[in-house]
């Protein structure tokens, strides 16, 4: 009995290390297979730390990075041109000379032209604009009230104006920058020139903009765009409504240009 169960102990065994080496793989060392060399006793040493080594099993870190294909602006749906021909077997060009779209909200054509004519910026080309006319208008507030809706929509989304200098101006921005403190200092003690010098216009405008760092060439008209371009930036910036807002309580100081002399500068501007 007691050899029987060694017998079984040992068969267990032999089943345990070949579940934790597992089957060999096609291709895997075998020692057996260089017995054949005719090395020395170390070397044959050296090929049993090949089959000693266990490679370890790294797991790689993947991460799901998503394509998102490039935009392609599109009006709407893509057309894909299936369309019921019309009776008499004519063409009707859709979706090729005409814009197809749903019935249930389709565009002004007269809107969209004023819309194509101000994205493009191609206000000179004479072109024949659809007017559209309602008859009994009383009766149909709601079409009155979609054009007045999308009138006023294209007049939002109109960019700001934008004028292109023929000589280098500097920008608004570099204009706002603070003086060096000396030049404050100067302007509190002296003040800045008011309308009651005795000059013309073009003189006076020819000091303001050298003071505000603006160059006066030939024409004044672009040096004073820029002149009144800056006193918007100025009194729309809440930095400077908040000094100003704080500087009303106080009485202002002897030194300082009266109110009058202001009111005329700010009348000028």
Known sequence: EDDS???????TDSEDDSEEHGAALEGDFNLADYDYLPVSSEIKELFEYIKRYTPKTIEIEHK?????????????DIDAFLKVPRPDGKPDNLGLLV???????QSDPTVLSLWLTENSKQHNITQQIKVKSLENAEKNPKAIDSWIESISELHRCKPPATVHYTRPMPDIETLMQEWLPEFEELLGKVGLPTAEMNCDLAEYVDMICAILDIPVYKSRIQPLHVLFSLYSEFK??????ALADGKKGRSPPSNLPSQAADAEVLSFT
């Open 64 to 76: 799901l990075q998503p394509f998102i294909p490039d935009f392609i602006p599109a009006v709407g």
């Open 236 to 241: 729309n910036s809440q930095h400077f409504k």
């Open 99 to 105: 814009l197809d779209e749903p019935s249930t909200k």
């Open 5 to 11: 169960e060694e017998e079984d102990s040992s068969e």
